[in-house]
T-cell receptor, first 112, second 113 residues
Framework: GEDVEQSLFLSVREGDSSVINCTYTDSSSTYLYWYKQEPGAGLQLLTYIFSNMDMKQDQRLTVLLNKKDKHLSLRIADTQTGDSAIYFCAESIRRGGNRLAFGKGNQVVVIP | DADVTQTPRNRITKTGKRIMLECSQTKGHDRMYWYRQDPGLGLQLIYYSFDVKDINKGEISDGYSVSRQAQAKFSLSLESAIPNQTALYFC????????????FGEGSRLTVL
């Protein structure tokens, strides 16, 4: 089935690193995603990783994928106040047409 | 201007009323989606459409209906609103590319009293 699990809340001091974790269930997922939702806005794609990769780095963002454990993480280096948001991981679901299944979201609060 | 536009952005209504949320896009994407967001529950898919003649139920379609009037327009209706449909509703589009990226509107907050 489709079940994407995330913890709900993280507070971090400005300048520190923050790590958000996610587990997913569909081992056939081709892509896994991190979306960011700022207050009062829709979700925006932050980054994604292809399932045959272990790691992807994009400026301050590092995505790690452990396919064996179906575990995905997002590390934000040098966290800034603009990083305060809700972060959703999502997996591509091929069953019933290509679509995305989202986790419950993880709220990150950056303390100045 | 937003590429994916939702109207209304906020709506308060009463139980039993019919409500329509509208979504229009200028991205030229074939695929459109309606999601519902509840605190602590993430996003749940209500309906999705891969082209004008294709409509599919998502995880939580009961109590909702949709209409794909054109490639650029996808509306969500609540025929008889009930309080547990109070939520933030998002429309999204995609090209159907292999990466599957979704592009979201800014959301429509619906309160059913």
């Amino acid at each position: 089935g489709e079940d994407v699990e995330q913890s709900l809340f993280l507070s971090v001091r400005e300048g520190d690193s923050s790590v958000i974790n996610c587990t997913y269930t569909d081992s056939s997922s081709t892509y896994l995603y991190w979306y960011k939702q700022e207050p009062g806005a829709g979700l925006q794609l932050l980054t994604y990783i292809f399932s045959n990769m272990d790691m992807k780095q994009d400026q301050r963002l590092t995505v790690l994928l452990n396919k064996k454990d179906k575990h995905l993480s997002l590390r934000i280096a040098d966290t800034q106040t603009g990083d305060s948001a809700i972060y959703f991981c999502a997996e591509s679901i091929r069953r019933g047409g290509n679509r995305l299944a989202f986790g419950k979201g993880n709220q990150v609060v950056v303390i100045p | 201007d937003a590429d994916v536009t939702q109207t209304p952005r906020n709506r308060i209504t009463k139980t039993g009323k019919r409500i329509m949320l509208e979504c229009s896009q200028t991205k030229g994407h074939d695929r459109m989606y309606w999601y519902r967001q509840d605190p602590g529950l993430g996003l749940q898919l209500i309906y999705y459409s891969f082209d004008v003649k294709d409509i599919n139920k998502g995880e939580i379609s009961d109590g909702y209906s949709v209409s794909r009037q054109a490639q650029a327009k996808f509306s969500l209706s609540l025929e008889s609103a009930i309080p547990n449909q109070t939520a933030l509703y998002f429309c999204a589009t995609s090209t159907g590319s292999t990466t599957g990226e979704l592009f979201f509107g800014e959301g429509s907050r619906l309160t059913v009293l």
